[in-house]
């Protein structure tokens, strides 16, 4: 069993996007026929459920162009009173993305991790594949998708019916390939060794905690601000992801050893997940990923294709 998965990580997402663009492009084929599962988380979840419904990449990419620049508009620069951007645009971009489909409308296994912060758990969203704990199926795929993405304190929690407020599955699932091998043993029945995962990155930054004089460590150390703008960053934010991304990666090699595909790349900087003016560079880095690794790619995805 083949599965796709796709991390989370903001506007970095078109990293992935520009690989997943070359893949498609090598193949001639929608990247949905490649995989038997797909999962993404937050970012990667847009673009997990793009996959599964078979859109042309390259459409995904024109569309995360068009409205990056419009989610990414802050309504505080803090974060103090409320989030730092609405979402609005958010919606508004996965509403036209994915219209009135529901979860109970999508056969190809699907998985978009999130956290049920009401309840204090994590969560997982379920395409209709015959899973048990499907609560709810009649969930619209866009909420689906706007609950992993919704960031604490950079977008306000989604409330899913009234029921529940859902926030980003990256706090605990940024990257889904743990999730799929849960999913491969104990949904599909499949041992170990017949599980193939393809993980996509989202980049690794290098990110600068500098050691300092100052030896008290307070909100302006983790979540810096700049003067005179008093924008804040999401670094203590993007640290917790890049982390558990990392920590899965290691766990997944050991798991399933050459069954394991990572695919990711050095940034080389910090590219906060909201700074679309890195999109030009990110999409750059990705090509060069694809490239670097272009025959490994071809030799893991052709296996049994």
């Given amino acids: ?24 492009k ?10 038997d599962v797909v999962a993404g ?21 024109e569309s995360y162009q068009a409205y990056g620049k419009k989610i990414f508009v802050r309504q505080a620069k ?6 730092i951007y609405s979402d609005h645009y958010l919606r508004r971009f996965f509403r036209k993305a994915f219209g009135e489909i529901t979860l109970a409308d999508i056969n190809k296994p699907l998985l978009i991790p999130a956290v049920d912060v009401t309840n204090g758990k994590p969560f997982i969203h379920r395409s209709n594949y015959g899973h048990l704990e499907n609560d709810d199926l009649t969930v619209k795929l866009w909420d689906a998708i706007l609950s992993s993405c919704s960031a604490p304190v950079f977008f306000p929690p989604n409330n899913i019916n009234n029921q529940y407020l859902s926030i980003d599955g990256g ?37 600068d905690f500098t050691i300092g004089k100052d030896k008290y460590w307070g909100a302006k150390h983790w979540l810096p601000f700049h003067f005179p703008s008093m924008k804040m960053t999401p670094k203590l ?27 990711n790349g050095e940034l ?13 560079k990110l999409i750059e880095l990705g090509n060069q990923a694809f490239l670097n690794k272009r025959d490994e790619i071809m030799n893991f995805v052709s296996k049994k294709a």
């Fill in 1 to 24: 069993m083949r599965m796709l998965c796709i991390d989370g990580g903001g506007i970095r997402g078109v990293f992935a996007l520009a690989i997943l663009q070359a893949i498609e």
């Fill in 171 to 207: 706090l605990w699932a940024n990257n889904p390939s743990l999730v799929c091998v849960t999913e491969g043993i104990h949904q599909f029945k499949k041992d170990i060794r017949e599980i193939e995962i393809f993980s996509i990155g989202t980049g690794i930054q290098h990110i």
């Fill in 41 to 61: 988380t937050s970012t990667g979840a847009v673009i997990a459920a793009s996959v599964v419904l078979k859109k042309p990449m390259d459409d995904v990419m």
């Fill in 26 to 35: 090598e193949y001639t084929c929608p990247i949905s026929d490649l995989f």
């Fill in 268 to 280: 080389g900087e910090e590219m906060p997940f909201d700074e679309v003016k890195f999109m030009d």
């Fill in 78 to 83: 803090v974060g103090l009173f409320k989030s």
């Fill in 237 to 263: 934010l993007d640290l917790a992801l890049q982390l558990s991304s990392e920590s899965v990666t290691y766990h997944c090699h050991h798991l399933l050893g050459n069954n394991y595909f990572r695919l």
